[in-house]
Every structure is written in structure tokens, then in C-alpha cells.
């Protein structure tokens, strides 16, 4: 039985090393011309990030591994570190649903609570599910459902917004389970990979001072 179901783009993950991560964040914020905030720490994933918001409710973060077990014991943990040992670069694309129940459904597993620790105390509180998948296939995304009211697009100001991802897979799209339920479809690029691995190439995003390209 094949369940439908809304899912729109919520944010796209770069990673970068521990000790990169400052660097990168202030280069992708001048060249999108967004300030980036300090997210906080993952706690059940060694990780951390930085976010910046972009338009139409959607955000970008960068992200690094921490000196922790659970950066070697849990998927995004490991998913990241991996990442970061390649050199860094896009990681994945994530995708928000109201219910992600339907989700479970499709993977067969039920998925995890997740929570991010800010700065200020607060936490950001999710349920997420597929990050096990994404490096396994790089250009699949993973889902979440959003448990907080919060969101990491509203924290800063927002003035650029997503305009292409570039994503080499060579699986045919039409195989691709959740390309009917979501709504952003207008912005991915499929590209056949030719001497690349699989996953995001680049993501275009519309700035201020025009079209700008990151990868």
C-alpha cells in the first residue's frame, strides 16, 4: 500500500572539521550575505552546528563533529565525521512533515527524538528518521517533524533564499519513493554522475547580489 503525504524542503546540512567550522561559516554568510547564529550542541549525536536562515521558512546549517562517543556511535555522529575526513562539503537535504508517521511507515523502523541545546539553555526538539540511509545513498534525504514551535529559520534575518540544488544520483527519480510527496520538486537538479560520487554537488541559493554558487 503506498501512503501519500506533504513534505516540504526544511534546510540543507554542509559540514565541516572542528576546527574549520568558524572559517566556513563566515565565508557561506558573506557570500549569502546572511549572518550565521550559533546553534548549539547535539548532545545524543557528538555534533554541533551554526544556522543561518534563508526565505520561505527555511534554513542552513553547518555542521561539525565533536571530540564525543556519540559522534562514532550514532548515523548523523558518524555520517558527519565521515564527511568532515573526506574533506567536508554538503552532507544532505532535509525534509519536514507535519506527521511523520507515514515515513516510519515506508521504512519499516520507527524513527528517534531528537534535540538541539542553544546557546540560551533552550532546546529545539524533533523526530527524525533516514539519516542511516544517507550514506548508504548521498543524494537521499532524511525526514523530520518538528516537535518545537521554534525554528531555525526565524533566528536572524533572512535575505537570500534556496534557488537550485545540484544532486547527482544515477537511480531514476521516478524510483524514488518520496519525489510524490514533496513539494519543492522545482528546485533540484538531477545530475547523472560521471567521475563524482553521488549526493549534492552544489546549492545555488538567491542572494542580494544575485545568484550565488556554493560547493
Aim: proline letters at 6%.
Amino acid at each position: 500500500m503506498r501512503h501519500y503525504f506533504l513534505m516540504r524542503l526544511d534546510h540543507v546540512s554542509y559540514v565541516a572539521s572542528h576546527d574549520q567550522i568558524s572559517d566556513v561559516v563566515q565565508r557561506i554568510g558573506s557570500q549569502i550575505g546572511t549572518a550565521f547564529v550559533d546553534g548549539g550542541i547535539h548532545p545524543q549525536f557528538g555534533t554541533r552546528n551554526f544556522t543561518a536562515p534563508l526565505l520561505n521558512g527555511q534554513y542552513i546549517e553547518v555542521v561539525c563533529a565533536l571530540d564525543h562517543p556519540a559522534a562514532e556511535k550514532t548515523p548523523f555522529g558518524q555520517a558527519v565525521t565521515k564527511k568532515a575526513a573526506e574533506g567536508g562539503g554538503w552532507l544532505t537535504w532535509v525534509f519536514s512533515t507535519e506527521s511523520i508517521e507515514p515515513i516510519e511507515v515506508q521504512f519499516g523502523r520507527a524513527s528517534i527524538e531528537g534535540h538541539r541545546r542553544r546557546p540560551n539553555g533552550k532546546d529545539l526538539t524533533w523526530k527524525q528518521i533516514g539519516v542511516a540511509d544517507i550514506v548508504k545513498n548521498p543524494y537521499q534525504p532524511f525526514f523530520i517533524e518538528w516537535l518545537s514551535e521554534e525554528h531555525p529559520s526565524s533566528d536572524g534575518v533572512a535575505v537570500s533564499k534556496l534557488h537550485t540544488i545540484n544532486i547527482e544520483k544515477t537511480e531514476a527519480s521516478s524510483e524514488l519513493w518520496w519525489i510524490k510527496n514533496i513539494t519543492d520538486l522545482g528546485i533540484v537538479n538531477w545530475i547523472e554522475p560521471v567521475s563524482m560520487p553521488e549526493g549534492i554537488l552544489s546549492v545555488e541559493f538567491l542572494a542580494p547580489s544575485g545568484v550565488v554558487v556554493i560547493d
